[in-house]
């Protein structure tokens, strides 16, 4: 079939009758053309979809016994781009239509044929499938008004192949023109021309047109050929069975749809009925971007209707913490706009993204049991996002939660726990979930909030990542467990220890050695009394402005003091931050803390020494070294080179005695 045969003039078996537009359709008409659709190019995927309809009709009457299956035509759609002509043609080889039914689907905007054909398939009790019916007709058709100054159609019906080929023309003003004509060369089917605007010009060069069909109908069943060239070669996968899919045709399908050269990490393909229609493909990436710090990823999941592109990669299907999921999603339960660009329910858009965020979670979930091994390396690249997810999505914290990993004090470096493994080593009367945030593994082994966790050989979980902290406040439970840090006030491991019942000879022998080294120790360090004066001293050194309460612990061993009870050192770097792009308000002032000494270490033992032989300068000096270490400690000392002065000073007394 040539370009020059679709351009022919053809003369007419009857005289043209001429028709208007009923006067709500003119409005509709001028609607459609100048405001429903964002984007011009929109109007080749309604025609193509409506390309694919007529070709699902002819099909399904051909496999029924209607019509008689022909090896002349094959079932396909082709386009021809003229330059010269300006000109861009559309032939399906489909059901075509007669007079009656050109005047009845062109003549009324948003009727379809389409839908027509679905209930009427439908009210008589037909078994057979009508999911690749796209629908709407009459709107989409009118689609190619936007660039156009004329559009022509020739139908031919297929239900009788000696009926004539009949051409409606319009030019969009309100009315048009229908005639029938003498061409030999439509056996069946629809042939639509398009004569383009000046300014739409671009629509007759194959490349651009090339460029939409691959965009938006990629995976339209039928064959698409642009000027004899086959263009959509790829197969909807997600349509098909996934026991029929191998993993080499997934792959294929990746780097297709994301132009990535690596294979997915993970692929999902699943199928829903209820309680929405549902067919997805989901892949993870190998890696991705945000870690080199190149801006935030953009949405990678399309939506579809029927094999259509409905919207790409729009923000709301998926929760924006799963912005790192590539793939598909096709619903047939979609009620969309007039334009097709967008749904039009978002309550069955929420409960759609509700549905699909708690398969993926559960999709996760089995990974992680299945293969620890590629879990761990899935997790070690994306946990940001899961992280994200706990703090910004409340409906799925609980079941996020299991997801998560962590190095622990007892695990070792190497190994990644989940929460579910750690309270299973926990014992019956244990309440808490203990966690030290930490720049790294070697920091939080030298903390000395983990000092007692390591007397008693209690396992600690340690998070390294700034958001880490907002984490735990947001999980704040598991199986009953509460999460603390074990920089809070509430540790007190030694307590916990002596209340709980004694269930074993061993535990018994464990409990009476802390109390035999609780006897042992109380004849070293200060008395009740003098570690009360020197807790006063130490208020009175460091004033209210910086110290709220001071007052004695016996959970420290190698440590003088901590500080409990205070702002999260990752929360406050954050203030920081935001501070300094606050043109350097000093909004973020630290409050006073509360200070925790250990009687029994030599400096505090020392401090108390030097005041009471009247040495209180010095003294003074070393209490505020220690509080500003115990700052450094939590995270919270704002500029350590405040204490350099008093180093100085600190360093010149030793020296001088």
Known sequence: MSIASFSRCMSSTSSPETREFQAETRKLLDIVTHSIYTDKEVFLRELISNASDALEKLRYKQVSGEIASSNENPLEIQ????????????????????????????????????????????????????????????????????????????????????????????????????????????????RITLHLKDSCAEYSDPERIKTIIKKYSSFVTFPIKLNGEEV??????????KKEVTSSQYNEFYKFFTNDYDSPRYTLHFKTDAPIDLKCLFFVPSSHTEKFGMGRI???????????????????????????????????????????????????????????????????????KNDIQAYREFYIEFNIFIKEGICSDSNNVDSLSKLLRFESSISGEDSLISFDEYVANLKPTDKYIYYLMAPSRDVALSSPYYETFRKHNKDVLFVYNTIDD????????????????????????????????????????????????????????????????????????????????????????????????????????????????????????????????????????????????????????????????????????????????????????????
């Open 470 to 657: 907002f984490v735990m406040s947001n999980i704040k439970t598991f199986n009953s467990k509460k999460i603390i840090s074990i920089e809070s006030s509430e540790v007190d491991l030694d307590k916990e220890l002596s209340s709980a019942p004694k269930e074993t000879s061993e535990e018994t022998k464990d409990k009476e050695e802390i109390e035999e080294k609780k006897e042992s120790d109380s004849s070293i360090g200060l008395s009740e009394a003098e570690s009360n004066e020197i807790c006063d001293f130490i208020m009175q050194s460091l004033g209210d402005k910086k110290l709220r309460q001071c007052k004695i612990t016996n959970r420290l061993s190698d440590s003088p003091c901590i500080v409990t009870d205070h702002q999260s050192g990752a929360l406050r770097k954050m203030m920081k931050l935001l501070e300094q792009s606050n043109q350097g308000t000093k909004s973020n002032v630290l409050p006073p803390q509360v200070l925790e000494i250990n009687p029994k270490h030599p400096l505090v033992i020392n401090i108390y020494k030097c005041k009471e032989r009247g040495d209180t300068e010095i003294a003074k000096l070393v209490v505020e070294q220690l509080f500003d270490n115990a700052l450094i400690a939590a995270g919270l000392l704002d500029d350590p080179r405040l204490m350099i002065p008093r180093l100085n000073e600190l360093l010149l007394a030793t020296i001088n005695k």
């Open 232 to 241: 959509n070669t790829v197969t909807a996968l997600w349509t098909q069975d």
């Open 298 to 368: 953009e949405p990678g999941v399309n939506l579809y209707s029927r094999k259509i592109l409905i919207e790409s990669k729009p923000k709301d299907l998926l929760p924006e913490w799963l912005r790192f999921m590539k793939g598909v999603v096709d619903s047939e339960d979609l009620p969309l706009s007039i334009s097709r660009e967008k749904p039009q329910d978002s309550n069955l858009l929420r409960r759609m993204r509700e549905v699909l965020t708690r398969k993926i979670i559960k999709f996760f979930e089995d990974c992680a």
């Open 79 to 190: 386009l021809f781009t003229d330059k010269n002509n300006k000109t861009l043609t559309l032939v399906d080889t489909g059901i075509g239509m007669t007079k009656e039914e050109l005047i009845s689907n062109l003549g009324t905007i948003a009727r379809s044929g389409s839908r027509s054909f679905v209930e009427q398939l439908k009210s008589d009790d037909s078994k057979r499938s009508v999911d690749n019916i796209i629908g709407q007709f009459g709107v989409g058709f009118y689609s190619s008004f936007m660039v156009s100054d004329k559009v022509t159609v020739e139908g031919k019906s297929a239900t009788n192949p000696d009926s004539t080929v009949y051409k409606w023309s319009s030019d969009g003003s309100g009315v048009y023109t229908i005639e029938g004509t003498e061409a030999t060369d439509l056996s069946n089917g629809c």
